[in-house]
């Protein structure tokens, strides 16, 4: 455990759980090292580079929100991504420049548009979601179909769980 957490711990400092059990210690920091080299700017920065593409790190979150679930509001997604509606207008407005996004008026809402994906976000998404594919299957590769099994399903428990737990309850309380 020692080596496993002065292998998380930079300039001296302490690794980041106050987690008492060993166990759930492990699964914390192991948690924190995939988080920390799969969704920082740094590895955006690396993916994109891969893949040959120049869109920042919003922006890439915003066309795969698109392209998942659009069309969309642009309330929408600065919700889904947990952002300030704000900057998705702004980031919204550049990759529709870019020829990435297209703005069309909401039926239902005048005052409202939804954005989609054009022909070209849509290359560009799967451009980068082939990138972040190669990299993942890389990782496992040398991992047998049932230990990947075992991780899914155990992964989806405690994505649901963690989900559960954190959920707003009513009255604005979280758990």
């Not at 998380?8 to 106050?18: V, W």
């Not at 980068?128 to 594919?133: E, K």
Request: net charge positive.
């Amino acid at each position: 455990m020692d080596i496993l957490l002065s292998k998380l711990t930079k300039r001296g400092r302490p690794a980041l759980t106050t987690n008492q059990d060993p166990t759930l210690q492990r699964i914390e920091l192991a948690l924190l090292r995939i988080m920390r080299s799969t969704t920082t700017r740094r590895a955006h920065r690396r993916w994109t580079r891969e893949a040959g593409l120049d869109i920042a790190h919003v922006q890439s979150r915003i066309l795969n929100e698109v392209c998942a679930h659009g069309p969309l509001r642009s309330a929408d997604v600065a919700r889904a991504l947990d952002v300030e509606p704000p900057l998705v207008s702004r980031e919204v407005k550049r990759l529709e420049e870019h020829g990435l996004i297209s703005r069309a008026a909401d039926g239902d809402d005048r005052r409202a548009h939804l954005v989609q994906a054009t022909a070209a976000g849509r290359r560009t998404h799967a451009k980068y979601r082939a990138t972040l594919d190669k990299n993942i299957d890389a990782a496992v590769r040398k991992w047998t179909r049932r230990d990947l099994e075992q991780l899914a399903v155990l992964l989806e428990r405690f994505a649901t769980d963690v989900t559960m737990s954190t959920a707003e309850q009513p009255g604005g309380k979280t758990c």
